[in-house]
C-alpha cells in the first residue's frame, strides 16, 4: 500500500493511493483511524492490516493534481539518520568510462577506476569498514512541490543527492542483521540537498552543510514494505528534466540490514525513525566542471517502485 500525507485545510491528515490513483482520506474508511502518520505507523499489525486491505480496494477518491501532499512524516520526532557514502567507489570511479560507453548507468556493471569519486567519498581507495553517519534535524524535512531554500547569502553551492529513505515500523535496539528487515515500515524517496561549502568548513563534521531549513525533501507517499523489495531500485535526480544521477540500490556498499545494525547499536530505534541510506555518483560537486543549483531549478528525485519527488529552488527573504 501506498500511504501520503495531505493538508486540505484542516491540517496534516493520512491518505490511502487508491487502485486508481486518486487519494482516499483514512478517516474516510477508518473512523477511529490515528490522525497523522507517526500514529498509523505505531498502529500496529492490526491497523495495517485493514488499511493494507482497504487500499486494494478503495477508488474514487480526491484527484492528486487536487491535493497538497506533505512530506510523509512532515515533523519527525526525531533527527533523520543518514549514511554518508554508500555507493561503491569502484562504481563511481568508472562513471566516466561508463558513460563514455552510452548505455543507462543503472544497466552497467560497477567497474573500471579513473573517474571523480562521488559526494563524500572518503580518500581512500578501500572500501571503509564502517559507514560515515551524520543527522538532518526535523526543520529540514520538506514536503513534494515545496520550496528548497536557496542558501543564499551563506553559499551558492547547493546540490542534490538522491537517497532511499528507510521508515521503521518496529522499534528495537541493537538490532541483529537477519532480523533487520521486519523492523522497516516501508520506504519514500528522499533528497539529501547539500551545501558543499559549509558542508567542508567546519573540520569535517558535516551537520551544519546538511541541515539548512528545508534541504530535505521526502515523498511522495510511503510503499510499504510488503510490496517493495529495496535490492535494486533504479534511483534517478532530474534538474530541469536534465538527467544528473542514474543508479541502481544494488550498488549499495552497505545494506539496509547493517545499516540498521549500525544505527541502532546501544541506541533504541523508535516506529517513525528515518534513514536515508546514501546518494550514488553524479552529485553536482564531483561534476567537471562543477554543477549547483541556483533559484528557479526544479529538482526531481525518482525511485523506481515508490515515484517521483518534485521540487523547486527558490530565493528566501
Ligand atoms: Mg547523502
Redesign the pocket.
Known sequence: MKLTTFDAGRGPRVGLIASDGTLVPIHDVIADAPLDMLGVIAGGDGLHARLRDLAARAKDGAKLATVKLLAPIPKPRRNVL???WNYSEHFAEGAAVRAQAGAPAHARAPAQAGAPAQ??APAQKEIPEFPALFSKNPATVTGPDSPIWFPAPHSEQLDW?V?LAVVIGKGGRDIAEDRAMEHIFGYTCAN?V?VRDVQRRHGGQWFKG?NFDSHLPMGPWIVSADELDPAALRLQTRVNGVTKQDSSTKFMVFKLPRLLREFSAGTELEPGDII?T??PEGVGFARKPPEYMKIGDVVEVEIEGIGVLRNTVQGRS
Open positions: 543518514c549514511v554518508g559526494a563524500g543527492e537517497e539529501d547539500s546538511k536515508i546514501g546518494t
